[in-house]
């Protein structure tokens, strides 16, 4: 029989342990959880406000394990990302909005979130050729959600790469923005085509707050620089008024919708449905 181990161990802090044990238990359950097909995506729209039309989705991944249901990203990504199974899950999150985008409305576009490490050795650049001519996609419809804290390492080979992709055709877009260590640096060198502007910018936008104004000043900006602008997390009618009256293009959030699966988008499909 197997030894039981350390069962004895002295635990000095249980909280700790448990946690510790947590993640553990994630790290070698995500590892089977790719080959059985335990990952889903669920898209929220992109809405365009001065259409009221959906603009497009963002692919946002879930993990519906067998035994603990639905888990969020923020709960299994950072040990996805320290173990080095990002990058296969990456590539398995490319492929799968790709081929679930190429059925939908042609005018549509589909946002990817990436992870900093696909961008070693040229890794996502190669990850999107080989997804956009699996599924035939156009590359003008995708979109990659970059933060800023992807950029400040290795700016060189990032830079080069976000560069090839802008080049066929991809469109980049800087995420979570005004929540990393902003530099306006970036939003010069780097090829963004939009700026996605955080959800803790939009809880606060009362008129005349500080994040109204600093709101006011990213979409001028934005729009002297060419980018199109999103905001993120608006749940209030309050907060699209406000949005509105401001110029913001497109609008993500609650209020709008929340991530649904595939199945449950409210669109005509233009191609096959995927089996
Ligand atoms: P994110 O890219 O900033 O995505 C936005 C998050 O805000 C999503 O959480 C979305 O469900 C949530 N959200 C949208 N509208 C609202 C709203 O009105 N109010 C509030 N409170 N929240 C709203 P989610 O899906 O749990 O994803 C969390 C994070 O996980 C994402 O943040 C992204 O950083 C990461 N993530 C998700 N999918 C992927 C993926 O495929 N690859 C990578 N590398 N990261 C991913
Ligand atoms: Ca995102
Ligand atoms: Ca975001
Ligand atoms: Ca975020």
Request: negative net charge; contains cysteine.
């Amino acid at each position: 029989a197997k030894s039981r181990g350390r069962g004895s161990a002295i635990i000095y802090d249980p909280a700790m342990e448990e946690l510790k044990q947590e993640r553990g238990r994630i790290e070698l359950d995500l590892r089977s959880a790719l080959a059985n097909g335990e990952f889903e995506l669920h898209y929220q729209p992109l809405h365009e406000l001065a259409t009221d039309r959906i603009a497009g989705f963002e692919a946002l991944l879930r993990w519906r394990h067998p035994e603990r249901g639905l888990i969020p990203p923020d709960v299994f990504i950072p040990i996805a990302e320290q173990t080095g199974l990002i990058v296969t899950l990456g590539e398995w999150v490319l492929r799968e909005a790709l081929s679930e985008a190429a059925t939908w409305p042609e005018d549509m576009t589909v946002a990817v979130n990436v992870s900093p490490a696909q961008m070693t050795d040229f890794t996502l650049l190669k990850q999107v050729i080989s997804a956009l001519s699996a599924s035939g996609f156009d590359a003008h419809r995708l979109e990659l959600e970059i933060t800023e804290t992807m950029l400040m390492q290795e700016c060189d080979e990032h830079l080069r790469q976000l560069e090839r992709l802008h080049a066929l055709g991809v469109r980049i877009a800087l995420d979570d923005f005004g929540t990393g260590y902003s530099s306006l640096n970036y939003l010069r060198s780097f090829p963004f085509d939009k700026i996605k502007i955080d959800r803790c910018f939009i809880t606060e936008i009362s008129a005349g707050s500080e994040s109204s104004a600093i709101i006011e000043a990213v979409l001028d900006l934005a729009n002297k620089l060419n980018m199109q602008t999103i905001a993120e997390g608006v749940e209030s009618e309050e907060q699209l008024a406000s949005l509105r009256t401001l110029g913001c293009e497109q609008v993500q959030g609650y209020l709008i919708s929340k991530a649904v699966p595939a199945d449950m988008l409210p669109i005509e499909r233009s191609g096959a449905r995927k089996i």
